[in-house]
């Protein structure tokens, strides 16, 4: 299964604001395009694991600070949803 995490966490460290928005409308979560993108642009770079649950758990309260507690809550059930096996 590490390929497959390897595989998601790419994807998650290297996304656009307009894929982290299909993504969120596949599983009915609500992000703006402005917040996409401040959330894109933090993620970009970062190597964050998002199966370590102390990793995701600051990328997170990183979001919220950047994008509001809601968005921050509605992020962490689509990055759940990634990590589900």
Do not use: C, W
């Amino acid at each position: 299964m590490k390929i497959f995490e390897s595989i998601i966490n790419h994807k998650i460290n290297t996304i656009t604001a307009e894929e982290l928005i299909k993504y969120a409308n596949q599983f009915n979560i609500n992000v703006s395009p402005q917040q996409a993108k401040k959330i894109a642009e933090y993620l970009r770079g970062k190597n964050i694991n998002i199966f370590d649950t102390a990793q995701r758990s600051q990328l997170v309260k990183q979001i919220a600070k950047a994008a509001g507690p809601e968005t921050a809550r509605e992020v962490n059930k689509l990055l759940i949803q990634f990590t589900k096996q």
